[in-house]
């Protein structure tokens, strides 16, 4: 039985290329880049060329690109280096109610602290409400955080708008992106668009697990909060991993590099994929689907290409009326089918999802939706087995719903 994966959104596969570079670093430069010998600055610089290749993809300088262990660490440097630095300015924190956790745990955490946070609001399709982030920011706002890309619907936020209003009503208010799944997605420029702070994770854009960097601008205080030997300036201590590192860069350089191409082909499978959901009884899609959406517009209109821009089609949310996710998840993976019950990093502590909630889901399909999410090495062949599986299961299952 051949397997299908449609998790890419918990993590993709590395890239062949990338797992042979990160062996070879293991291999040769195996030094340790803060050494003043040879094979020391051999390893700082393999170090510093994929430093180089990342600042590539964002057109900014390297110097603003500070490693780190993935997402998590540096959604939580975001929160808590900028809470730290700015506490004597204000304590107020605006987020929205859509979050991953990284970002949630580390909001309510600091609401323990005496930081006063505000999560704004949703519309159905889990755009972040601009008039809702207009009455809440206030002088002594001193951080807002906001995910570019939703990791259970793909919603694309309005970040450049949002960055507008942000600097507009005090420019010393740092804005931070949660760029995790949009990364490799879709282009981000952050001094063009007036990003501060961005996150991003390798292993969700065929890189290595374990690795991710923090991109802060020139003008963002912000204070480590892994302190140690002072590495990266003083930004976040601890020996860099090199080999991830190093496959991070390659990975960032192959998915900016075909991010156009790649963003096609899974176009064409997330409107194959939403069409044969709508076949089959009791399936609907959360966010965005341009093949149902009246106001998608036609295959190649001004509107249609508008409403693509809105959403990667990386991510499809289904709810499945009758039928528990975690029901659904492991019936599919005797089939050698994986998908996601929701977000990956919150699978050990199930929980409704804040997504669902703030988007208006009916409350019977909030414990009944799964994740389906593509990569540019999904294959038409996958998306069509899968439907198949769906439409051959889901008769049986609902033979099994709980009363």
């Not at 430069?29 to 010998?37: A, E, F, R, T, V």
């Not at 001004?302 to 659904?328: K, M, N, Q, W």
């Amino acid at each position: 039985m051949r397997e299908i994966y449609l998790d890419n959104s918990a993590t993709t596969r590395v890239d062949p290329e990338v797992q042979q570079l990160v062996v070879e670093c293991m291999d040769r430069n195996y030094g340790n880049p803060s050494s003043l010998h040879r094979k020391g600055l051999e390893a700082e610089k393999a170090a510093r060329h994929a430093r180089e290749q990342i600042a590539a993809t964002l057109k900014v300088d390297p110097k603003n690109i500070i490693f780190t262990s993935g997402g998590t660490e540096s959604n939580n440097n975001a929160l808590f280096g900028v809470a730290y630095s700015a506490r004597r300015s204000g304590k107020h924190i605006i987020t929205t109610e859509l979050e991953h956790a990284s970002i949630a745990s580390p909001a309510a955490f600091l609401e323990e602290l005496g930081y006063e946070v505000t999560r704004l609001p949703a519309d159905a399709r889990g755009v972040v409400k601009l008039d809702a982030l207009k009455k809440a920011l206030r002088p002594d706002t001193i951080l807002v955080s906001v995910m570019a890309v939703n990791n259970e619907i793909g919603t694309v936020e309005p970040v450049a708008q949002i960055a507008q209003l942000v600097h507009a009503a005090n420019p010393k208010t740092v804005f931070h992106v949660d760029a995790v799944q949009a990364y490799g997605k879709i282009r981000l420029r952050p001094k063009q668009t007036g990003i501060d702070l961005l996150s991003v994770s390798s292993h969700k854009f065929h890189g290595p697990k374990g690795v991710g960097f923090l991109y802060c601008g020139d003008n963002v205080r912000m204070h480590p909060i892994i302190l140690g030997g002072g590495q990266q300036m003083d930004r976040r201590s601890g020996t860099d991993n090199v080999p991830g590192i190093c496959g991070m860069g390659l990975a960032a350089e192959k998915a900016d590099r075909s991010l156009n191409q790649n963003l096609a082909h899974v176009n064409e499978l997330h409107e194959r994929f939403c069409e044969g959901i709508h076949a089959i009884p009791g399936l609907s899609i959360n966010g965005w689907d341009e093949t149902a959406d009246p106001e998608a517009g036609q295959p190649g209109s001004p509107e249609r290409e508008a409403f693509l821009t809105r959403r990667v089609p990386h991510i499809v949310s289904v709810s499945v009326d009758g039928v528990r996710a975690e029901v659904l998840l492991h019936a599919l993976e005797d089939k050698g089918i994986y998908i996601s019950a929701g977000s990956a990093c919150s699978s050990n502590h199930p929980a409704v999802s804040r997504t669902l909630k703030a988007i208006g889901v009916p409350e019977r399909l909030l414990d009944s939706t799964v994740r389906f999410s593509f990569c540019d090495w999904t294959t038409e062949e996958e998306i069509d087995e899968t439907l198949t599986a769906l439409r051959g299961i889901l008769p049986a299952l609902r033979l099994f719903v709980r009363k």
